[in-house]
Each structure stands twice: as structure tokens, then as C-alpha cells.
């Protein structure tokens, strides 16, 4: 599987669509990062995606069947979790990835804290920031 950073060919915002979650890592009270995968020029890329929490209960909103069971799962995490960061895997074969299907994610790269705006070598992360959701409305 392949960094879907290495994939771009420039960091302006782009879409990506057939996304999968495969884990959700709250980082704080504040902050959550959903690990997933896409496909990419007909390859398998894994990407983190950088979210506040009202973005994540969105995304789950779009898990189709599983979303109402994924809202539980992630309040009652937030409500006994003790350390931080706490993780939640969908890698299994009980607990496999999260389809959010007809839903295309607008993204943005970012930035390692220390690099200069005008560092045209800078590399960009592989952890990018949520710019919109869009659904696919059929005919």
C-alpha cells in the first residue's frame, strides 16, 4: 500500500472517493485522526485525515448501515477513555473497515510545524485536512 501524498502531483486541494476508515485515533478532547485508505489512479493508498469531532460525527453519519453502531462505539469511547491518544481499529475480520460509500472528501496537504512558507522543497505530510464532504446523487 502506497502514502497517497507520494501520489500527488502537486498539494493544491483535490478529491478522492472509494475511502475506507480504518482506524480513528482520538488524539485529545479536541482532536481526532481518521486513518483510511482510497483508490488512487487504480492503486491502494492509506492517508490520516486531521479532524475536530463534529467533522468526525459527519463522517459516521455516511457509514451507511454501520453509522448508528459507529456513533455508539465512538461516544462511548470518548465517554471511558482515560489516556490519550486511544485508537479504534476496523482492520479485522469482526471489526473490518468503514465503507463511506458515494462520499467524495475534498482534501488539503499539510505541513510539518517547522517548515518555512516559502520552502519550495518542503515535503508535506501524509496527514491532510478535511476541505468538504460531497455525496453522489444519482439520476
Not at 481518521?34 to 493508498?45: G, I, M, S
Not at 486531521?50 to 470518548?78: P, T
Not at 463511506?100 to 496537504?109: A, E, F, I, Q, T
Amino acid at each position: 500500500m502506497k502514502r497517497l501524498i507520494d501520489a500527488l502531483a502537486d498539494d493544491a486541494d483535490f478529491f478522492v472517493e472509494h475511502v475506507q476508515i480504518t482506524a480513528i485515533v482520538f488524539d485529545n478532547t479536541n482532536d481526532v485522526t481518521v486513518w483510511a485508505t482510497t483508490y488512487f489512479d487504480e492503486e491502494l493508498h492509506f492517508f490520516h485525515l486531521g479532524l475536530q469531532f463534529q467533522y468526525l460525527d459527519l463522517l459516521l453519519r455516511l457509514a451507511g448501515s454501520r453509522a448508528e453502531a459507529l456513533q455508539e462505539e465512538v461516544a462511548e469511547a470518548l465517554a471511558t477513555v482515560t489516556e490519550w491518544p486511544c485508537l479504534l481499529e476496523y482492520t479485522s475480520e469482526e471489526e473490518p473497515p468503514v465503507p463511506l460509500d458515494g462520499v467524495s472528501l475534498k482534501l488539503s496537504c499539510t505541513y510539518p510545524a517547522d517548515t518555512d512558507e516559502d520552502d519550495e522543497d518542503a515535503v508535506p505530510h501524509n496527514i491532510f485536512y478535511l476541505e468538504g464532504v460531497y455525496l453522489r446523487i444519482e439520476p
